[in-house]
């Protein structure tokens, strides 16, 4: 097989250095240049045509989400970003995923032996799955961030609740889904994949350009109609029953499928604690994290769907649940959010009908 050619765009050189290191002690991947700057890289684009390109968030120059743009206008392909551990950054890393970057890694701040070893295994696995991915040209805008003007049809009083889990491309994916809902949205809870720090950046520009309210979840906070509650990154969000009432609840135990936050943990504690009137959806994402989950919910009587192979940006966990037998429907991004509020709403009897002879079938 031809080795993935990429291309390292960062002002340090110590940096290029260090990445080029690390990809190259992957056999299957070739670093073909390293550019110190947007213009350069810009050159180097055109004339070694790479596979995947890493883009620095900070560049001299030309900032690195003003180069981004150029790319997936002119000459779209796959790019993922490195960041540090900032707010700031953090902030303009959630605005890269929207435009079009396929995926980030975060470099290492503390424990540089440890980090180096966990980088090297994050970028050369993301680098892989970046080289499979569909990109596409997109028109060189900002966007505006801002509540949409044009919004859903109230849904109404409904005692569901909504699970959802997204990994690689799940922040694009999200975006869309979330402005598929009213503000009187059905309770909404998610793990997206995302170090600690991103999660409150990504929950506040989902708050600024959505109907509802979006929150980085709190441990004990109470679980409501018209809110999303986005897992932080350094915790497992689970959904528990307090006093008759549904409340969110993190933890810090070890990592389940890979992965802290987990979607398994989500999605197996709504089997466990909401049952029947759960309604789960797993999206876009590499790995298998929620497959497990969701074939629970769906055994518990839950309406369970996944995005189609298609939409997908990575269609790796959705897969996962497909030929696991947890997913009872595979739905396009597009009809994504229709899907959920359709069992959400006051003539779901059908979807519980449907769910609960799914739950029968899988027990024979």
Known sequence: MAKIRVLIVDDSSLIRQLLSMLLSSDPEIEVVGAAPDPYVARDMIKSLNPDVVTLDVEMPRMDGLSFLRKIMALHPLPVVMVSTLTQANADVTIQALEIGAVDFVAKPTSQLDKGME???????????????????????????????????????????????????????????????????????????????????????????????????????????????????????????????????????????????????????????????????????????DGAQGLLEMRQAGAVTLGQDEKSSLIYGMPRAAFERGAVMKQVSLDRMAASILSACSDGAGAQDAAAEAGRKTLSR
């Open 118 to 288: 966990m980088l090297a295994s994050q970028l050369q696995a993301k680098i892989k799955e970046a080289a499979r991915t569909k990109v596409y040209a997109r028109p060189e805008t900002v966007q505006e961030e801002q509540k949409p003007v044009s919004r859903p049809k109230s849904l109404g009083p409904t005692d569901k609740v909504v699970f959802v889990g997204a990994s690689t491309g799940g922040v694009e994916a999200l975006l869309k889904l979330l402005l598929g809902f009213p503000e009187d949205c059905p309770p909404i809870l998610i793990t997206q994949h995302m170090p600690e720090r991103f999660t409150s950046s990504f929950a506040a520009r989902l708050n600024n350009m959505c109907a509802m309210t979006v929150v980085e979840a709190a441990n004990d906070q109470p679980v409501q109609q018209g809110h999303v509650y986005i897992a932080p990154g350094s915790h497992h969000l689970e959904i528990v029953r307090k006093l008759n009432r549904y409340v969110c609840q993190l933890n810090l135990d070890p990592p389940v499928s890979g992965h802290r936050p987990s979607v398994d943990v989500l999605f197996g504690s709504a089997a466990k604690v909401v049952g029947r009137k759960a309604v789960g959806a797993i999206l876009t994402g590499m790995g298998k």
